[in-house]
């Protein structure tokens, strides 16, 4: 009776988690996120954190405008929010975020 709890707990355990794995693969933040990529041109350094926060330089090496939104894993309530930057030819920006996680990740670039 003990081991067969064990194992239905061990089955509802696995189907939260695969179902969980599912929604993340299928969310639309990722679909519009590969739908929206922007040109290679337009460059990125990811800076390490700095008191508390996380950045990334965006460059548009681009002969026209770009309007680009920087994606992380995670970014933290209380801090610096990603934000659309409308970038001209040749315009430097800087993207800070506070990471809400201790090993966050920077995901690329989005058209906004």
Request: proline share 4%; hydrophobic share 50%; aromatic share 12%.
């Given at each position: 009776m003990v081991l067969a709890k064990i194992k239905r707990k061990a089955a509802v355990a696995t189907a939260v988690a695969v179902s969980g794995m599912t929604l993340a693969a299928i969310s639309p933040a990722s679909a519009s996120a590969a739908a929206e990529a922007v040109p290679s041109c337009v460059k990125t350094v990811v800076i390490p954190e700095v008191f508390g926060n996380m950045g990334?330089?965006?460059?548009n090496d681009c002969g026209n405008?770009?309007?680009?939104?920087?994606?992380?894993?995670v970014a933290s309530p209380s801090g610096p929010q990603p934000e659309c930057h409308a970038l001209q030819p040749g315009q430097e920006v800087t993207q800070w975020v506070r990471p809400a996680?201790?090993?966050?990740?920077?995901?690329?670039?989005?058209?906004c």
């Open positions: 990334v330089e965006i460059t405008a770009q309007r680009v939104k920087a994606t992380f894993q996680a201790p090993f966050n990740t920077f995901l690329g670039l989005v058209s």
